[in-house]
């Protein structure tokens, strides 16, 4: 088991199920969030060392959480997911992390936070 705790927070519930899946078969440790809202509540939120996170959610987007969090002085590597092509979100969350784009296949989140947390 990786000691690597990964966040999934993604609005749609058939994503968080699928990657939660996906991502504890590959040895991850895994919690999973409906919101960035429910992700800012997690007591354990330093102890995170990846999120798994989709840019565009009702409330709070990916983008914003990720502000939140460098507004708190937590740092955790992002690897943006997104089904929309929208330059300026999608340019913004390059600056930030790793983006992918749905659907993408399991190899290619799993090279995404393999890069991102051995960073």
């Given at each position: 088991?990786h000691?690597?705790l990964?966040?999934?927070?993604d609005?749609?519930?058939?994503v968080?199920?699928?990657?939660?899946?996906?991502?504890e078969?590959?040895?991850?440790?895994?919690?999973t969030?409906?919101?960035a809202?429910d992700?800012l509540?997690?007591?354990?939120?330093?102890?995170t060392?990846?999120?798994?996170l989709?840019?565009?959610m009702p409330?709070m987007?990916?983008?914003?959480?990720c502000?939140e969090?460098?507004r708190r002085?937590?740092?955790i590597?992002?690897?943006?997911?997104?089904g929309?092509a929208q330059?300026a979100?999608?340019?913004e969350?390059?600056?930030t992390?790793?983006?992918?784009?749905k659907p993408?296949?399991g190899?290619e989140?799993r090279s995404?936070?393999e890069a991102?947390v051995?960073?």
């Open positions: 088991m000691p690597t990964i966040a999934i927070i609005d749609d519930e058939a968080r199920e699928s990657l939660l899946d996906l991502l078969v590959s040895g991850y440790s895994v919690v969030f409906a919101s809202a992700f509540a997690f007591p354990r939120i330093r102890d060392k990846c999120l798994v989709d840019i565009s409330g987007s990916g983008i914003d959480l502000n969090l460098r002085n937590i740092t590597p992002v690897v943006f997911m997104t929309h330059d979100l999608i340019k969350a390059k600056r992390g790793t983006c992918l784009f993408f296949a190899g989140l995404a936070i991102a051995t960073v």
